[in-house]
């Protein structure tokens, strides 16, 4: 539907040399706020990075040459390092299946089962709803697994000693910067 503003418009007014100044001027403050806001998100992106290289780099680094894990400072702060996993299933998925339908953790798996039927279907649409006709050809089937959830079982199977093929699997280690 397409707008028709000197139709749709109850009286055209007589632009005056007021409002023309005023708007031009809310236009300016528009572009100024939207230019302030682009680049106080460029400079969060840049205070990301550096901090993310802070706290899993330089000082993870530092305190492992020193050959500490844990610094309480004179203030009374604690600043540690901690072990951790990052899980990046995506393109991994058929083998994070596999490896946790082998590992016998099968109910942390999301199945979805769907039929597609087309237009003018809802009939038929219902009857399968009320029972799972097997012969339909528009079924698929599809699997995920809450890369949280797959966290702690992979955390878990780490503890106990378990072998983990981290990259086949998505995940990878890194160690991070505690401060309390």
């Known amino acids: 539907m397409a707008i028709d503003l ?3 418009a109850p009286e055209a007014q007589e632009l005056t040399n007021e409002k023309m100044t005023e708007l031009s001027a809310l236009a300016k403050t528009l572009k100024m706020q939207r230019d302030s ?17 802070l706290s899993e780099d330089k000082i993870p680094k ?7 894990l844990k610094v309480v400072l004179k203030s009374g702060g604690e600043v540690s390092i901690k072990e951790d996993l990052k ?5 991994k998925l058929p083998a994070v299946l596999k490896f946790v339908r082998e ?9 979805e089962v769907a039929i597609l039927f087309g237009k003018g279907d809802d009939k038929k649409a219902d009857q399968c709803f009320k029972q799972l006709d097997k012969k339909h050809e528009n079924v698929s089937r599809s699997a995920t697994v809450n890369s949280g959830t797959f966290k702690s079982m992979i955390k878990e199977l780490v503890e ?7 990259k086949e699997l998505g995940i990878f280690e890194y160690r991070t910067t505690t401060i309390k």
């Open 6 to 8: 000197e139709k749709d």
């Open 37 to 53: 806001i682009e680049e106080a998100e460029d400079l969060l992106k840049k205070m990301k990075v550096e901090e993310r290289g």
């Open 62 to 68: 530092l305190m492992t040459e020193i050959g500490l």
């Open 87 to 91: 899980i990046h299933i995506g393109k």
């Open 103 to 111: 590992k016998g953790d099968a109910g942390i798996i999301k199945t």
């Open 160 to 166: 106990q000693g378990v072998e983990v093929p981290f």
